[in-house]
C-alpha cells in the first residue's frame, strides 16, 4: 500500500525552529508536497521537492531523501499564524493518485 | 483567495438524497481535483480532471462522480447519501496536468442527516 505518516500534534514557543516529520511507504512518487491548513480554512502549497535535498522558501524549508524514505518541513522563527495543520503528499507514478499525509497539527505558544 | 470558488458553501440534507458540488478552477487552469475531509482526518483524493478528461482516479465511491465542462468547471456528483458522507468536500486547480502547486477552493460543507 501507499502511506504517508506524519507526528499528529507538535507543540513549539513562539520564535522558536520546528520540524515536522513525513516517513511515507510507496513504490513511486514523483515529489513531495508540503500544504499548510488553518482551522475550517482550505489547503495552501507551501513547498515542493522533486529531487532529493533543501528546497527554502523564507522561513520555511523542506527536505526530502528517497533513499530514507523521509522528507520533513522545517518552519523557522515561529509566529503565531503558523498554528495550524500541516500535510506532506505526493502522487503516485503509474496512477497519478494524490497521496495526503495523516496531518499535523502545529500549536504555537506565546 | 486562491482564485477557485465553489458552491454551494454549506449544503444539508438527508440520506439517500443526491447533490451536486460545482467548482470554477482559476482562470487559465485546466485540471481540477476533487478531495474529501472528514472531522479531523486528512485529505482523501478523489478524482482529477484534466481539460475535459479524467486524469487520475483516487478512492472514489461508485456512488460518486464527477465531470468536467467545456468551460473548465466541474461538478461532483453525490448520490444515494449516507451519514458517513457528511464531510468537507474540496475542489483544487492547477495549471497542467501534472503541475504539483495545487490551488483550493474554500470548500463545501456537506452535512447527511
Known amino acids: 500500500g501507499q502511506s504517508l505518516e506524519q507526528p499528529s500534534e507538535v507543540t513549539a514557543v513562539e520564535g522558536a525552529i520546528v520540524q515536522i516529520n513525513c516517513t511515507y511507504q510507496?513504490?513511486?512518487?514523483?515529489?513531495l508536497s508540503w500544504y499548510q491548513q488553518h482551522d475550517g480554512g482550505a489547503p495552501t502549497f507551501l513547498s515542493y521537492n522533486a529531487l532529493d535535498g533543501l528546497e527554502e522558501t523564507g522561513r520555511f524549508s523542506s527536505f526530502l531523501s528517497r533513499s530514507d524514505s523521509y522528507g520533513y518541513l522545517l518552519l523557522q522563527e515561529l509566529q503565531m499564524k503558523d498554528s495550524a495543520s500541516y500535510f506532506c503528499?505526493?502522487?503516485?507514478?503509474?496512477?497519478?493518485?494524490?497521496?495526503f499525509g495523516t496531518g499535523t497539527r502545529l500549536k504555537v505558544l506565546a | 483567495d486562491s482564485g477557485v470558488t465553489q458552491t454551494p458553501k454549506h449544503l444539508i440534507t438527508a440520506t439517500g438524497q443526491r447533490v451536486t458540488l460545482r467548482c470554477s478552477p482559476r482562470s487559465g487552469d485546466l485540471s481540477v481535483y476533487w478531495y474529501q475531509q472528514s472531522l479531523d482526518q486528512g485529505l482523501q483524493f478523489l478524482i482529477q480532471y484534466y481539460n475535459g478528461e479524467e486524469r487520475a482516479k483516487g478512492n472514489i465511491l461508485e456512488r460518486f462522480s464527477a465531470q468536467q465542462f467545456p468551460d473548465l468547471h466541474s461538478e461532483l456528483n453525490l448520490s444515494s447519501l449516507e451519514l458517513g458522507d457528511s464531510a468537507l468536500y474540496f475542489c483544487?486547480?492547477?495549471?497542467?496536468?501534472?503541475?504539483?502547486?495545487?490551488?483550493f477552493g474554500p470548500g463545501t460543507r456537506l452535512l447527511v442527516l
Open positions: 483544487a486547480s492547477s495549471v497542467g496536468v501534472d503541475m504539483e502547486t495545487q490551488y
Open positions: 503528499a505526493v502522487r503516485a507514478t503509474g496512477t497519478y493518485k494524490y497521496i
Open positions: 510507496t513504490s513511486g512518487f514523483y515529489g
